[in-house]
């Protein structure tokens, strides 16, 4: 009897187990978009100054070095994080000196390697207040791709920024402009690097594209202004002034087409107003498109 009081409870251990594996594992779902080439390699190189490019062939990370330790912005996929760490080695700086990590906006694949690289680094994660319940709740209120579980690992922000703030660290002083419509809280970065010749304004785009399920007529549920938060966006971006054009994804900015693994340093490859203007020209195109509809 009591072999088969023992085999019992071992059984009922096994689905007791099961139970919470399962419900583990269903607490995430499968990103609705993915692309092959957002987990491709690609080596790391210095755009311009203190400006590195530590991110994945399309998925665009940045690192800001100066003194007083790092800035990170975004993170990529979950599993490009190993990836991540290796680029800012091979640049010869430590993980361990980011201090900072920011987000142009809070979709996983910008975002869901921020909580292990917290965990390696200590970093303190700060993001847009209209972002920061998506980037806590693992993407689940998201307002297109929400509502149906997690994408990425939920993490806490260690602070909340406003429109327009200003994150210091060291020498550089960063400036968040509002540009929403993709989600509430996306914001671009505006800041000056210097090198040995000048001083460049540059600017890391958050790109407004707008995605196939933004009901940009009715509104979204949880984003009723979506419209009009786009319609200021793309006055906001007209009218941004910089030298150096940068965005979220690779493929924005053309990265390819300006730079090859082991091409002598360049900035003024990535000085290129022109592309910008009239890739917001193709977005707010689509945009009318999307009204109409």
Known sequence: MR???????????????LF????????Y????????????PYQPFCIVGNLYYVGTYDLACYLITTPRGHILINSGLADA????????????????DIKIMLATHAHYDHV?????????TGAKILINKKDAPVLADGGNSDYVFGGKGMTFPPVKPDGLLDDNDVVKLGDMKITCVPTPGHT???????????????TYKVLI???????????????????????????TTFDTMRKLQFDIFLASHAGQFKLHEKHKPGDPYNPDAFVDRKEYDDALDNFYRLYQRKLKQ
């Open 20 to 27: 919470y594996a399962k419900q583990a594992t269903a607490q």
């Open 3 to 17: 072999a088969v009081k023992l085999s019992a409870l071992t059984v009922l251990l096994a689905i007791v187990s």
């Open 205 to 231: 785009a958050n790109m407004p594209t707008i995605l196939d399920d933004a009901d940009l007529v009715k509104g979204m549920p949880t984003y009723p202004t979506v419209a009009k938060d786009y319609a």
């Open 29 to 40: 779902i499968k990103p609705p978009i993915m692309q092959a080439n957002w987990s491709y």
């Open 112 to 120: 869901a390697g921020f909580a292990e690289l917290k965990k390696l």
């Open 184 to 198: 509430p809280g996306a914001t671009s970065f505006l800041f000056n690097v210097k090198d040995e010749k000048r």
């Open 81 to 96: 994080t190993p990836m991540i760490i290796e680029h800012i080695k091979a640049l010869g700086f430590k993980p361990t």
